[in-house]
T-cell receptor
Framework: KQEVTQIPAALSVPEGENLVLNCSFT??????LQWFRQDPGKGLTSLLL?????REQTSGRLNASLDKSSGRSTLYIAASQPGDSATYLC????????????FGKGTTLSVSS | GAVVSQHPSRVICKSGTSVKIECRSL??????MFWYRQFPKKSLMLMAT?????????EQGVEKDKFLINHASLTLSTLTVTSAHPEDSSFYIC??????????FGPGTRLTVT
């Protein structure tokens, strides 16, 4: 059974720092991996989607990498801002059609000004 | 990207009553919809997978008679929490998929049972 782990559980940084969030998964047979952002009491905002054949995806200050063979993904946030404060969730989709995303517990990020 | 809506966004009900939550895909046909539950400061836990026109598949530990799921059309799935209890209070999020690709999430429904 697929398990997704995110480290660290919480992170506090001053504004301007570059930071890395880590995600690992136990079953490397994935179809894709997504990173989401969730603000308190709100739904999910999709940040980046990496297909299993891809190594990385970039959007603005965000860069996500995928190493399927080792079961790892990282989300890199450059020049962090207070508005980046949120919980970041990593989720993987297995190789089977119609399967749900399996989520990690998230990393709660706090960026101070 | 595709849009998924949920209604209501927030509901408060009394213990023992039933509550229905709707999930709609607004601009695409969703062959599969998923229902998740999220406890405070916890991750999303998959409750069930529903395919249009067939019975939902529930995850282990989720009571199918308590959490009734209906996926009557390619754009609508409903989750009914029957005989709600305070421990059912949670954040419920649906997602929809048109195939094997990206899933699109609704904004969630905050259920409070008093």
């Amino acid at each position: 059974k697929q398990e997704v782990t995110q480290i660290p559980a919480a992170l506090s940084v001053p504004e301007g720092e570059n930071l890395v969030l880590n995600c690992s998964f136990t079953d490397s047979a994935i179809y894709n991996l997504q990173w989401f952002r969730q603000d308190p009491g709100k739904g999910l905002t999709s940040l980046l989607l990496i297909q299993s054949s891809q190594r990385e995806q970039t959007s603005g200050r965000l860069n996500a990498s995928l190493d399927k063979s080792s079961g790892r993904s990282t989300l890199y946030i450059a020049a962090s801002q207070p508005g980046d404060s949120a919980t970041y969730l990593c989720a993987v989709k297995s190789n089977q059609a119609g399967t749900a995303l399996i989520f990690g517990k998230g990393t709660t990020l706090s960026v101070s000004s | 990207g595709a849009v998924v809506s949920q209604h209501p966004s927030r509901v408060i009900c009394k213990s023992g009553t039933s509550v229905k939550i709707e999930c709609r895909s607004l601009d695409f046909q969703a062959t599969t919809m998923f229902w998740y539950r999220q406890f405070p400061k916890k991750s999303l836990m998959l409750m069930a997978t529903s395919n249009e026109g067939s019975k939902a598949t529930y995850e282990q530990g989720v009571e199918k008679d308590k959490f009734l799921i209906n996926h009557a059309s390619l754009t609508l799935s409903t989750l009914t929490v029957t005989s709600a209890h305070p421990e059912d209070s949670s954040f419920y999020i649906c997602s929809a998929s048109g195939g094997v690709g990206e899933q699109y999430f609704g904004p969630g429904t905050r259920l409070t049972v008093t």
